[in-house]
């Protein structure tokens, strides 16, 4: 079946640990997001990248980044440097065009 | 400077009672995309609608409906006769950037709970 997988589901970090959070998708959409979302609160763009070897920041890339090796992965690693990582993390990807995004099933972070 | 505002954060009903859920957007851009997305427990958004800046039309998708009106920058989205199923948390979104309908502006969210 076609579709985004993130893993893992659950993450646990210690403070001043960097954690990786995989994106991977079969869909063949060029375009790949990261978002964030705090309880109550709307998803934040944190990364976007539209094609292999290009990305661009959103509104809350601080403390964050990302690569984008390939066409179907987009991960996104949480360092030391982001004060309050915890939070669930959403990865998107979207054809070509203002259609809509698909998202996978996201990754719950806990720094501990 | 773009935003989404969906006023209503909780709502709570009996099922079978007509819900709207709404939404109003500011944007400077003429040409822009709204959307509906649905989180249910398990996570993940799932698409429900997607409607561009120039199709005022109201949409109906079985028991969905959509009234998008431009006059006062607002698309609302109606659940007629909920159901149970239907209990979840609800986002409106905007997109403004040209060839990026994944690069969204959301609102808070509003979380349905449908009563048996």
């Known amino acids: 079946d076609g579709g985004i997988t993130q893993s893992p589901k659950y993450l646990f970090r210690k403070e001043g640990q960097n954690v990786t959070l995989s994106c991977e998708q079969n869909l063949n959409h060029d375009a790949m997001y990261w978002y964030r979302q705090d309880p109550g609160q709307g998803l934040r763009l944190i990364y976007y990248?539209?094609?292999?070897?290009?990305?661009q920041k959103g509104d809350i890339a601080e403390g964050y980044s990302v690569s984008r090796e390939k066409k179907e992965s987009f991960p996104l690693t949480v360092t030391s440097a982001q004060k309050n990582p915890t939070a669930f993390y959403l990865c998107a990807s979207a054809r070509e065009g203002n259609t809509e995004a698909f998202f996978g099933q996201g990754t719950r972070l806990t720094v501990v | 400077a773009q935003k989404v505002t969906q006023a209503q954060t909780e709502i709570s009903v009996v099922e079978k009672e007509d819900v709207t859920l709404d939404c109003v957007y500011e944007t400077r851009d003429t040409t822009y995309y709204l959307f509906w997305y649905k989180q249910p427990p398990s996570g993940e958004l799932v698409f429900l609608i997607r409607?561009?800046?120039?199709?005022?039309q109201n949409e109906i998708s079985g028991r969905y409906s959509w009234n998008f009106q431009k006059s006062t920058s607002s698309f609302n989205f109606t659940i007629t006769a909920s159901q149970v199923v239907d209990s979840a948390v609800y986002f409106c979104?905007?997109?403004?950037?040209?060839?990026?309908?994944?690069?969204?502006?959301f609102g808070q969210g509003t979380e349905l709970s449908v009563k048996p």
């Open positions: 979104a905007l997109s403004e950037a040209y060839n990026q309908g994944g690069k969204l502006i």
């Open positions: 990248s539209q094609i292999v070897n290009d990305f």
């Open positions: 409607r561009n800046s120039f199709d005022e």
